[in-house]
């Protein structure tokens, strides 16, 4: 027994700091679905881009797998400023041993604070702060994750259906067009999608539709 708890404090430091490092790596894996999809721009971009492929009534193309990518990697492009504040702010002083992992929480939040207040509708935020009964924060390090992150969540989700509907307007357009020119040829039996489909293709094509979305995307950040 002496043995063991001499053999413990010896290797104590050294172990201790490994185990910390692999616990938080695995909190971090565990927890990156859920905060690249709430925390991040991830939601907005990944409705918007499925709005688009609805609006085109193309199925499955672009795949599910290459729109996640998509909006995968624009995600770390737009995030990539945030990230890095996390790095240096955070992860690198908490893995060089100069702050505990409770201040490195509290740094690590301070970024993504910022950048989801910028695209939080005040409308949203209040709901949560008066639902937690929560005081009225006086700056933005001052609101919980908790309510803030939900907060967010709500207003991504309401921009991205506003970009949506704008998306989906001239394809509806050519869908009414479509179906009214079968309805006076007398065809009412064929399908008006499988004759709107190319022109819809056509028009999205010839206007650099995945530019233009993709533009409006980065902008809308």
């Known amino acids: 027994m002496n043995d063991f708890m001499q053999y413990f404090n010896s290797s104590a430091p050294d172990d201790v700091s490994t185990a910390v490092k692999l616990l938080l790596v695995l909190t971090v894996l565990s927890l990156a679905p859920s905060i690249l999809i709430l925390m991040t721009c991830f939601t907005r ?47 690198t002083p908490l893995f060089d041993g100069k702050i505990n992992l409770e201040e490195a929480y509290d740094k690590a939040s301070v970024p993504f604070k910022e950048f989801m207040s910028e695209h939080t509708r005040q409308k949203d935020l209040q709901l949560f702060l008066d639902y937690s009964h929560a005081k009225q924060p006086k700056t933005i390090q001052d609101i919980p ?74 902008e809308s950040f």
Do not use: C, H
């Open 145 to 218: 994750l908790t309510t803030l992150v939900p907060a967010y969540a709500i207003s991504e989700i309401k921009t991205a259906f506003q970009i949506g509907f704008m998306i989906f307007i001239p394809f509806l357009v050519i869908d009414m067009v479509v179906a009214s020119v079968l309805m006076s040829m007398g065809m009412m039996m064929l399908p008006p999608v499988m004759i709107s489909l190319p022109f819809k293709i056509l028009l999205f094509v010839l206007v650099d539709g995945w530019y233009l979305v993709v533009k409006s995307l980065l």
């Open 45 to 91: 971009i990944i409705i918007v881009l499925s709005f688009v492929r609805t609006s085109l009534a193309t199925q499955q193309m672009p795949p599910n797998q290459v729109l996640v990518g998509l909006a995968l990697f624009l995600t770390f492009f737009i995030m990539a400023p945030t990230f890095s504040q996390v790095n240096e702010q955070a992860l």
